[in-house]
């Protein structure tokens, strides 16, 4: 199974073939327009199943399966964490419970990760099973972290390791939190702001089938994209 996740930079109509061309099982693209807005090319990969969210039909949270994987919307989805979406997906033999994720910044202040925090703490129940999956933009690192704030993004971290939830990149990479040495944005495309703020975390009976961790390189992405996308390969 592949997972990608991808920011896309908005217009997502017009980038689609170059991510699908990497042949996704799940696909999370932050930034991206509403499905009425969106077609995909008759060479390209069709999604079996689609979900969209946002308030902007020109820039939202897209979801996307192929195969025979299909998303459902969790009932339980609180708006008030705006692009952070709880979902199944599924097929015949497994289900999984995924996040897709794009935070958002608050009203009063520049923690982004605080709305990540707190959408994991109402959801807590559902990081208690296995075939989790959080995955997106979380626009958050441990190298920004406020130590007097409890939702900073080592905490956040902390706590989803206490749900047996790892990141794939820092394991499978041998990394820490912070000290990346791989980046998935670069600021308005300058090679001097580089970031690591994208992530794809995935509960520890799917970390032990890791097969591969990909970050995009920046030469292939950045005509497309501030961000390059994380591809992650586990062995079903």
Known sequence: MKIITWNCNMAFRKKAVYILAEDPDILIVPECENLDRLTFGKNSKQPTSSVWYGNNPHKGIGVFSFGDYKIKLLENHNPAFKYILPLTIFDDKTDFTVFAIWAQKPEKHDGYVEQIWNA????????DVE??????????NSFWDKPNRIYNHTNLVEFLKSK?????????????????????????????????IDFCFVSSNLIDKLKNVEIGEYEKWTLHSDHTPIIVTIDL
């Open 120 to 127: 994991v703490h109402y959801y807590d129940k559902l990081l």
């Open 131 to 140: 075939n989790v999956i959080l995955a997106g933009d979380f626009n958050s």
């Open 164 to 196: 047996n939830i790892f990141s794939t990149y820092h394991h499978f990479h041998h990394q820490s939190q912070g000290q990346e040495k791989d980046n998935t944005l670069l600021m308005h495309r300058k090679l001097d702001r580089p970031y690591h």
